[in-house]
C-alpha cells in the first residue's frame, strides 16, 4: 500500500506542471500534424483507405517522440538538485520511477485522441471495439518507452549530453523499421529482417489491425506482448537505475 500511495504522489507531482500549461500538449502534436497534413497526402493520397494505414503509425509516433524525451525533464532535476531532494523523502525508491512512468500515460493517450478525432472529418474510421484496446496498448507501450528514457537519464547523468546522442540514434532507425511511415513490403531482405526484430513494428501491426476493426488474435497478442514487455524491462532497469541513483 505505501508503494501504491507514493506512487500516487510521484504521480500527481509529474502531472501537476502538465495540467497547468495544457497549451504544451497542444504544441507536442505539431509534427504529427504536419506529417498527417503534408507527408500522408503526399505519398498515399487524402482517402479515408490510406488514413486508416497511415494514422495508426503516426500514433505510435507520436508516443516514440514524446515519451522517448521524457528523460530530459529528470536530467533538469539532477542538475538543479530537485532530484536529491526528493531522495530524502520517505518516498519508497521505485515509486520515484513508476509515478514518473505512468504519467507518460496522460499526454499520450490525450495527444492520440485528439489526432483521431483531428482525422476523422477527413475519412478517418476508428472501430469503436478496436480502438480502446489500440489505446491501452499504445499507453502500456508508452509507459515502458518513458521507463527507458528515465533509466537513460539517470545512466549518463554525468554527461547529459549523452541522453540525446542515444535518444537521437535510436529514435530513427526504429521508426523506420518498425514502417510507420513507409511500408517495408517492397524493402530489401536484410531490412525486412531487421524489421522483423523490432518489437516496435508489431506494436505498429497490432494499432492498424485494431483500428480498422480487425481483432484478429495474432496482431493483438504480438502487439500486446511486445508493448508489455517493453513495459517490462524499461520499468525493470528505471527502477533498479532508481535505486541505484540513492547509493
Do not use: C
Not at 31 to 52: A, I, K
Not at 199 to 206: C, I, K, N, R
Amino acid at each position: 500500500m505505501k508503494l501504491v500511495t507514493d506512487t500516487g504522489i510521484v504521480f500527481t507531482r509529474e502531472l501537476r506542471p502538465v495540467l497547468r500549461e495544457p497549451f504544451s500538449l497542444a504544441i507536442a502534436l505539431a509534427q504529427p500534424v504536419v506529417f498527417l497534413g503534408l507527408f500522408g497526402p503526399l505519398v498515399y493520397g487524402s482517402t479515408g483507405e490510406s488514413l486508416q494505414w497511415f494514422v495508426p503509425g503516426v500514433l505510435v509516433m507520436l508516443g516514440m517522440f514524446g515519451t522517448s524525451a521524457t528523460g530530459a525533464n529528470l536530467l533538469f532535476e539532477l542538475q538543479t538538485g530537485a532530484h536529491e531532494r526528493m531522495l530524502v523523502t520517505p518516498l519508497a525508491r521505485p515509486a520515484l520511477l513508476l509515478g514518473r512512468a505512468l504519467k507518460e500515460l496522460f499526454p499520450l493517450l490525450v495527444q492520440a485522441v485528439l489526432i483521431v478525432l483531428l482525422t476523422v472529418p477527413f475519412g478517418f474510421r476508428p472501430s469503436p471495439v478496436g480502438a480502446p484496446v489500440a489505446l491501452l496498448i499504445l499507453g502500456v507501450f508508452g509507459v515502458g518507452l518513458g521507463a527507458l528514457s528515465y533509466a537513460l537519464a539517470l545512466a549518463v547523468r554525468k554527461q547529459e549530453w549523452m541522453f540525446w546522442v542515444v535518444q537521437q540514434s535510436l529514435l530513427y532507425p526504429l521508426m523506420i523499421t518498425a514502417g510507420m511511415m513507409l511500408p517495408l513490403s517492397t524493402a530489401p531482405g536484410w531490412l525486412r529482417a531487421i524489421s522483423h526484430a523490432n518489437p516496435l513494428t508489431y506494436v505498429v501491426e497490432a494499432e492498424r489491425a485494431l483500428f480498422a476493426g480487425d481483432l484478429a488474435l495474432r496482431p493483438l497478442l504480438t502487439g500486446g506482448a511486445a508493448a508489455a514487455l517493453t513495459a517490462l524491462i524499461g520499468l525493470t532497469l528505471g527502477i533498479r537505475a532508481m535505486r541505484n541513483s540513492a547509493t
